[in-house]
């Protein structure tokens, strides 16, 4: 079974704070991603990882950055939180042209 | 702007019956279309796909249905089970490459199946 392995299920930081998720996945794949989950809005992409030290943006990466230094993991960086990234944040990895396998999710607030 | 919508943010059905979950997209180069289950407090997880070159694919209780000169496409769950409650999301990708492994998603469907 695949396995997507998010740090943290709940997070609460302080706003101006420096913020980091990791993501870990055991398939060897490729390719993770990183959403964001909002009511409506359903899931928006901030960043894209296809190889290690490569990074693309998705359609929301403002205010967020990467880190793939390892081929399993993937972190994503909010340098100075603020209140409008409160969110629920999924991490997904895959093949080259497979399906996405999401994490369960880490819900951060900023408070 | 959307590219991938589903317009019904919920839908209510009678255990046994069929659901009908919808989706339209604008994006032309999108050429395979996902489903995703999601419940709360977890991760989604993949139901079902469709490429382009097809216009069904059924898996058990699920069958996906696209059409495409409408662009639009449609999950239907027969008969439904109240554990079919969840959020469902459509996504699209488009194209070779890394634009490929790239899914948009819809703001997704809330299913509540009554026992």
């Known amino acids: 079974d695949v396995k997507v392995t998010q740090s943290s299920r709940y997070l609460v930081k302080r706003t101006g704070e420096k913020v980091f998720l990791e993501c870990v996945q055991d398939?060897?794949?490729?390719?993770m991603f990183w959403y964001r989950q909002d009511p409506g809005l359903g899931l928006r992409l901030i960043y894209f990882?296809?190889?290690?030290?490569?990074?693309e943006k998705g359609d929301i990466p403002e205010g967020y950055s990467v880190s793939r230094e390892k081929k399993e993991r993937f972190s994503l960086i909010l340098e100075s939180a603020s209140t409008n990234q409160t969110s629920m944040y999924l991490c997904?990895?895959?093949?080259?042209?497979?399906?996405?396998?999401f994490g369960q999710g880490t819900r951060l607030t900023v408070v | 702007d959307q590219q991938v919508k589903q317009n019904s943010p919920s839908l209510s059905v009678q255990e046994g019956r069929i659901s009908i979950l919808n989706c339209d997209y604008t994006n032309s180069m999108f050429d395979y279309f996902l489903w995703y289950k999601k419940y709360p407090a977890e991760g989604p997880t993949f139901l079902i796909s469709?490429?382009?070159?097809?216009d069904k694919n059924e898996d058990g209780r699920f069958t996906v249905f696209l059409n495409k000169s409408a662009k639009h496409l449609s999950l239907h769950i027969v008969p439904s089970q109240p554990g079919d409650s969840a959020v469902y999301f459509c996504?699209?990708?488009?194209?070779?490459?890394?634009?490929?492994?790239?899914?948009?998603f819809g703001g997704g469907t809330r299913l509540m199946v009554k026992p």
């Open positions: 996504a699209a990708s488009a194209g070779p490459g890394n634009a490929g492994n790239m899914l948009t």
């Open positions: 469709i490429s382009s070159i097809k």
């Open positions: 990882s296809y190889d290690v030290k490569m990074k």
């Open positions: 997904a990895s895959s093949f080259q042209g497979g399906s996405a396998f």
């Open positions: 398939m060897d794949h490729e390719n």
